[in-house]
């Protein structure tokens, strides 16, 4: 009896691309699967979200040592200028949940942006990082906009003062 | 100060100038709740499905009077005003697209508020802010922040808000809250509750679609961040989506945890301990889990489970579990286990629960007595603490501390992030 493992191929749907195909051929397609880190940029409203959700699922499963390392990665995707602007959205709402100072001195340039959905996408990732830096980010973005990004980030900088 | 029928005419006359014409309904804030002619003037925020509902619970009333209706799609604000105006037999009912229209209107004294969930706190405050009283429909906002602002300014205007949580006004619902605060199972020990499961389903993808006319979509996305148009996102389906609802969780979620605190004495209050496991679409439109298991654990030892039903029953039950014997009610149902329980009188001297039979005329009742009504809004608030914490631990994947009257988390900073959103400009807590 072969030690060797029997993969059967006599089993697949006519449809199915790799019906008919060897073993290592099959297992080769398993090593081809994208790193979702390279998928986030590229990915536009209405596109298939699984590989992203993969990483959604490792920062919200990740200890808290491991944040700054991932919000290191999230911020250099975010700062790719062939970003998407759905995949930005989705790198900032990651952020929401564990950004630090380090995002709010990266990312406050994005506040004024003349794209009404990137500035308050930017906003969403750092509205809730706590300190003085975030306040005075937000207040100096709010004087600076126009619009009505300006009144949201007017209204989050007091939203923050009364929840203080 | 007495007021005579002509002087009510003259002042009457006044507001009506100021406001858009309406000549022949009074708002009882022109002379006080105890106006002579005790009819106060509603505006419905919100008339889609529930919001046709709130219609009809009020359209027929003689204390009470619709006299104008928001909506961000012209449909469903022409088909409010048709139902409306052939009932009154008049054109009277206004209509506008901007809800601020009529929290701030002067001629209003009531409003509604029957919008997309993350469309509930910010009319519903802005209509406080202007001195109205509120009906908000469960649940009653879209995070734990938004509550506590809603709360925070109910109060400090004081007004009278009603939650949506009409199960408190169902007379099963009353009996078993009564009975099991009474003892009549002794000692609670565990409490199940089972809701529907999702009942819409998409595809991994979905392309933007054009904006039908009538709907001001950039005003339905409001404070949510900007997504393409697509049709499945609004009207019924907004639910599934966690930018604007939380699912079954919040959506029956809101209904069967709430008799769950009536019953428990915990309404100023909740559970100390949650953990729980969704299962959520890795892909497609839909955000929220599709099936739900969340246990809470409060001070004394209570147990509670929620789960996702699969015997395909569109309605949630609650069974509660004590050492007496248990108790199972739903809309439909009341059974206990020994039956003879369900014959138990409540003594004069035990514990009475508030007792109303209208939901809608409770709060137009206590409107008008200014008292609290069955549904208070931090009674709604609180109840909805369950729902998103249920959520948010479910996402997270761990067990929560959770401080029931603080409204904190203990020592998770990612999960208490979870308890606020931002914004989207020009709308704000604030």
């Not at chain 1, 990651?94 to 994005?110: E, F, M």
């Not at chain 2, 909740?270 to 099936?291: M, N």
Request: contains cysteine.
């Amino acid at each position: 009896m072969s030690k060797k493992t029997i993969v059967s191929d006599g089993k697949r749907a006519a449809s199915d691309p790799l019906a008919g195909q060897t073993a290592d051929a099959r297992y080769k397609s398993f090593n081809m699967t994208v790193d979702p880190w390279s998928v986030i940029g590229t990915l536009d409203y209405g596109d298939d979200r699984t590989m992203v959700s993969t990483i959604e699922r490792m920062i919200l499963d990740a200890d808290p040592s491991q944040h700054p390392g991932f919000e290191e990665k999230l911020l250099k995707c975010a700062a790719d200028e062939s970003c998407t602007e759905a995949g930005y959205g989705f790198i900032c709402r990651l952020l929401a949940l564990i950004a630090s100072p380090k995002s709010v001195a990266d990312l406050k340039k994005n506040l004024t942006s003349d794209n009404e959905n990137i500035a308050f996408l930017t906003r969403m990732a750092i509205e809730q990082v706590p300190g003085e830096e975030t306040t005075a980010a937000l207040r100096t973005a709010a004087g600076a906009l126009k619009g009505r990004e300006a009144e949201g980030c007017a209204g989050a900088v007091a939203a923050r003062t009364r929840a203080q | 100060m007495n007021v005579s029928r002509r002087d009510f005419v003259k002042c009457a006359g006044v507001a009506a100038g100021a406001a858009t014409a309406f000549p022949t309904i009074i708002p009882a804030s022109v002379l006080g709740q105890n106006a002579p002619s005790k009819v106060l003037t509603v505006a419905c925020v919100g008339v889609g499905g529930m919001g046709l509902s709130h219609i009809r619970q009020l359209v027929n009333r003689t204390t009470a009077r619709i006299v104008a209706v928001a909506d961000v799609d012209a449909f469903h604000q022409k088909r409010a005003a048709q139902i409306i105006n052939k009932k009154y037999g008049n054109n009277d009912c206004r209509t506008t697209g901007d809800f601020r229209e009529v929290t701030r209107a002067k001629d209003v004294d009531l409003i509604t508020v029957a919008t997309p969930d993350h469309w509930h706190a910010i009319p519903a405050i802005d209509a406080i802010r202007n001195g109205k009283d509120v009906f908000v429909e469960k649940p009653l906002t879209l995070t734990v922040r938004e509550g506590q602002v809603l709360v925070e300014e109910l109060r400090k205007h004081k007004r009278v808000g009603q939650t949506g949580t009409m199960q408190r006004s169902f007379e099963g619902f009353h009996r078993a809250a009564e009975l099991i605060r009474n003892g009549r199972l002794g000692t609670i020990k565990h409490i199940d509750v089972l809701i529907p499961a999702n009942n819409r389903y998409v595809g991994a993808t979905w392309k933007p679609e054009p904006v039908p006319a009538g709907l001001d979509y950039d005003f339905w996305l409001g404070p949510a961040p900007y997504a393409p148009y697509t049709s499945q996102r609004t009207h019924y389906q907004f639910r599934f989506n966690l930018d604007y609802a939380g699912g079954q969780t919040t959506n029956w979620g809101a209904h069967y945890l709430d008799i769950a605190q009536w019953a428990l004495g915990m309404d100023e209050s909740g559970p100390i301990e949650v953990d729980g496991h969704g299962v959520y679409p890795s892909s497609g439109l839909f955000t929220s889990p599709t099936r739900v298991d969340v246990r809470y654990t409060y001070a004394n030892g209570v147990t509670m489970r929620m789960r996702t039903r699969t015997d395909g029953i569109s309605d949630g039950n609650i069974i509660f579990f004590g050492d007496k014997g248990s108790l199972d009610v739903s809309r439909s149902k009341l059974k206990s286990n020994p039956e003879a329980i369900l014959n138990e009188k409540i003594g004069d001297d035990e514990i009475r629960l508030y007792k109303s039979r209208d939901h809608f005329g409770n709060w137009i009742e206590c409107v008008k007595t200014r008292e609290r009504p069955v549904s208070d809004l931090a009674i709604g608030h609180k109840t909805n603490n369950l729902c998103n914490i249920g959520n948010i631990v479910m996402q997270l994947q761990r067990k929560l501390k959770w401080a029931p009257v603080k409204e904190r988390f203990d020592g998770d900073d990612m999960a208490n992030r979870l308890l606020t959103r931002a914004m989207r400009g020009p709308w704000s807590l604030a």
